[in-house]
């Protein structure tokens, strides 16, 4: 109990004082504690997070889907046609109202636009320089300066604690895997997010690369998250912190194993310094999951109430 | 140099003394000395290794082929039809002529019948139970016996020095997770392969399960292998290893990176200890990628000269 103990005092400390913060260090303490009852060796402490609106922020709308937004307004001069052609008029226009009536068809045009047909290595650079110069509507700041400050915390304690940390999003894999490392310290081969198709090209200079492909190859979210964890990491988690419906399951798929389990969800209550939102929310929405976790017991994180901090740049 | 020159005494003892292990240890003492010009930080370390030929033996046929025909032989009384149906006849009268005329078709028919339609706890405990029964046709040992020994000092040699060890294989990611820690020292999570496509459905006692469906995702071979590292480990290897033209994808891939790489092929040279096959084998074909590896002077490991041991059930 010396290691949760310790982190009581030190390793959490934008966390109140409550239910939450007891659930955690419980946890923890029970499965490092040697001969406890709930002990699981350090190989086995696999820990999954959510990262849109778990680890960052996701409104007004999701990050990457600024990215995407901004790369087709910084494309439209070489489209002279996207002027008049849906949804691209749309976007260019600023009606996300007419852009949000084009639908998943509209997405997936966007999506292929503005994250295929370059390599890897080019899409990373575009979102590295589109991450330097955005600023959150709202708040001003980088996006990547809008972590929350207790997720960082709680990420580096498991870490502290033998877990081996690691995202599950629904986002794209190649666009968190950009600043997943310097933001969380959460390497790019522990970064699990929807993927699409590549192929293996040679380079105009006669060097191989991988082209980015507009076909969708899996999207981890909702019943695609135990399908990415399974095919990623290979083993089931024992830890899993989510926000929304599209993690229920993955925190359904964590419980059901053997052994001592956490399972977590950050409620966006703080409409002051961050936002309030959950069942009616087109973005995040929160319902489903949240009946669950009060059915099955799971960790409920009032952000209001259990987070003395929430941005990672707040003072 | 002093981590280099200790393992040269002791950490490669099964590698003679010469051109493949000279390259070995140059390498690795170039990217770990602070202030070299090839140093590497440890978390970009990364060492990716072929199984089959690779880690293990792949003659007189696949080991993952070899559990497929015995899961059929296995099968066979729930199904009688497959007395009458090829490709399983075959199979069943041991006529491996007919069945490999059977050509892709067939294979893709057996792999469905013994590698989709169950669970993929209920596929990790066939494989288990197989792998503790089945004995190789020529060697008598159980499979896990016949890894090689030089590649096992290799794979803790890598890792002692800060390189984080994968395995990238045309072989299914479900199969060789149920052996690569144990054996290998290898996590489930750093376990590259060929992966099918799994559904999240709820169970018979109402806990939800992951169903291993009839429907392959990646192939992870050739052109594949890149595209594989690219989707799970998501940095290009600086160290890989293979043994056939499957590799080659994979060893340019690592070769067009900046900075130190390191590209090696075991070349199976002995007959006498295991087996001598290259550029006409149906299983394990080294060909294009050896032109390549004279060409380009990746490290080609001949197996007779620079192997003292061979298996590490060797004496």
Not at 64 to 70: G, M, P, R, S, V
Not at 147 to 171: C, D, H, W
Not at 220 to 233: E, L, N
Not at 273 to 281: H, L, V
């Amino acid at each position: 109990m010396a290691a949760a103990t310790l982190a009581q005092a030190q390793g959490l400390p934008s966390w109140n004082d409550g239910a939450a913060k007891q659930a955690i260090l419980r946890f923890v303490a029970d499965v490092t504690t040697p001969g406890s009852a709930g002990f699981v060796p350090p190989g086995e402490r696999i820990a999954v997070f959510d990262n849109d609106g778990t680890l960052w922020l996701e409104q007004p709308i999701y990050v990457q889907f600024a990215f995407a937004l901004d790369r087709v307004k910084a494309l439209a001069p070489k489209h002279p046609e996207w002027k008049t052609t849906p949804p691209f008029d749309a976007i260019l226009r600023g009606d996300m109202k007419a852009f949000a009536a084009s639908g998943e068809k509209g997405l997936m045009q966007v999506l292929a636009a503005t994250h295929a047909g370059m390599t890897t290595e080019e899409f990373s650079r575009e979102v590295a320089d589109w991450l330097a110069k955005a600023r959150h509507p709202r708040f001003k700041q980088p996006y990547e300066a809008l972590v929350y400050q207790p997720m960082l915390e709680l990420l580096a304690y498991l870490r502290e604690n033998g877990f081996k940390t690691f995202i599950v999003s629904g986002g794209g894999v190649e666009f968190m895997r950009v600043f997943a490392e310097k933001v969380y310290g959460i390497p790019p081969e522990q970064v699990v997010g929807s993927t699409g198709q590549l192929a293996f090209k040679t380079g105009a200079d006669g060097k191989p690369v991988l082209l980015k492909l507009a076909k969708i190859d899996l999207v981890d979210d909702h019943a695609g998250k135990p399908v990415g964890i399974q095919r990623f990491i290979g083993r089931r988690p024992i830890f899993a912190f989510g926000n929304s419906d599209g993690d229920q399951q993955m925190l359904e798929w964590t419980a059901a194993g053997a052994g001592p389990r956490f399972m977590g969800l950050v409620h966006h209550t703080d409409a002051e310094r961050e936002y309030a939102y959950d069942r009616t929310s087109s973005v995040g929405r929160l319902d489903k999951a949240l009946d669950e976790a009060g059915t099955r017991g799971w960790t409920v994180v009032d952000m209001k109430r259990d987070w003395n901090k929430v941005f990672a740049s707040d003072k």
